[in-house]
């Protein structure tokens, strides 16, 4: 597995519940969550080079849960 960094984000708790609603539907980690929303976020603005760690990689659909919810 590559190497990750590790940094402090200071983020607003509104934002963090909605970031943290949307990672549970995407059946992701939180920090999965705003991993792969940076870099869509870096290829749609063309800040992503094809040369770099790894590439971005398309939304996974929703997986409907086990009525455990």
């Known amino acids: 597995m590559a190497q ?3 940094f402090l984000l200071r983020i607003d708790p509104a934002v963090l519940a909605a970031l943290r609603r949307w990672a549970d539907d995407d059946l992701r980690s939180l920090n999965g969550q705003i991993e792969f929303l940076l870099r869509r976020a870096l290829a749609d603005g063309g800040r992503w080079r094809s040369d770099e760690e790894s590439t971005p990689r398309a939304p996974r659909p929703p997986r409907k849960r086990d009525g455990a919810g």
């Open 4 to 6: 990750r960094d590790a």
